[in-house]
């Protein structure tokens, strides 16, 4: 596991607060959040389902506004900046439920999250080897309902490498689940890549998750429950307590047998 020798803050979350709003009702969501993910380090979203992480990941993407709170990338103030700013300034987002395209193919999407113009083959080869795709099986399928969702998950997560590797790059990644729909053999693949990219420094990386694959190779695990981050520290620390709490809540494992 690889940790900056200089911790300096590429993200900065400062007392966010989240209020949706339903005629007279009023629901808090996220409740003063205070987070930071340092420049090249890995953190991954933990917690149960409800809990706000994705909500969160939306607030640092520029989806849903905060109600209170300040965002900080890279020492900048980006809390009234757009989603469209928010991608130019290096923010790329891997959706939990990726959108469908007709009429655009795979190929389309490698291109334009590389910039436009002309897309080698064998580099759009290497994004979707990634991801656990074959490029000659996939490369002109339009992204319509004839792809399953987990074939859209992984090929929105192959856009988010290709966007990586164009000029300008990435800064900071965000993944919202995803294992989601994927297979093993895909699965592995997956932490291959994001071991690589995180040992590359390639981008600062939040993976929102409950795979205890991926929360291994995190620097850092935030656990955020009841919208508020309930723990956080390095994987060793976190995760028996997120194994105590599974258990604990679950009557017919946590009962002895007699």
Known sequence: MCVPDVEEKMLELKNIGVVIKDGNEETEILKDISLTVNDGELVVLTGPNGGGKTTLAKVIMGLVSPASGSIYYNGNDITGLDITSRARAGVCYGFQQPPRFKGLTVRDLLTIATGGGVLPKGDACRYLTQVGLCANDYLDREM???LSGGEIKRIEIATVLARAGAPGGIGLMIFDEPEAGIDLWSFSRL?????????????????????????RIADRVAVISGGRVSQIGSAEEVFPSIIADTVDSCPVIGRREH
Not at 201 to 212: G, V
């Open 191 to 215: 932490i291959e890549t994001f071991g690589t990219l995180h040992a590359d420094h390639t981008a600062s990386m939040i993976i929102i998750s409950h795979q205890e694959r991926i929360i």
């Open 144 to 146: 319509d309902s004839s």
